[in-house]
């Protein structure tokens, strides 16, 4: 809730596995979101399926999760990330799959439910040439100020 307050404008995407379990908890998500007035841009089912190196599909954690909790949202579905040991490897080490191997069906997938957010929010972006006049002389913009933790 805090990060709402500080952040009024933002929206929130909901990650889901495919299980009815987990719908529970990203329902939950969705409906504390509500509360606080952000918006649901989307749902993002990670592990959707893991594909063997002969091809053989399995739907491990079941099927269509995301696909039903996006209904009941009435938000779309940004993507199916499956699961994958190539990710896990990679997220791992720190290297993002989508520059590391982008042609792996993961990565392929993390980029489809990237350009689906960005085509859920479209923004149009100012081009100033010089300073406008109004703005010669104003004050800086100020915001809230974080907290810096070190540890």
Known sequence: MTLAQLLPQANITIVTTPQPAAQSVARRAAEM??????????????MSA???????????FGEGGGELLA???DVPLLGKVPLSEDLRAHA?????????????????AIRQTARGIVAATPQ????LQSEPPAMAGTAPVSGTELKVIQS
């Open 33 to 46: 979101a509500a509360k606080v007035d952000l918006e649901v841009l989307g749902v993002i089912e990670n």
């Open 92 to 108: 791992d080490a720190g290297t993002p799959l989508v520059l590391a191997e982008p042609n792996d069906p993961a990565a392929i």
């Open 71 to 73: 209904e009941e949202l």
């Open 50 to 60: 893991f594909t063997t190196p002969d091809g053989q599909r399995y739907s491990i």
């Open 124 to 127: 149009e972006l100012a081009v």
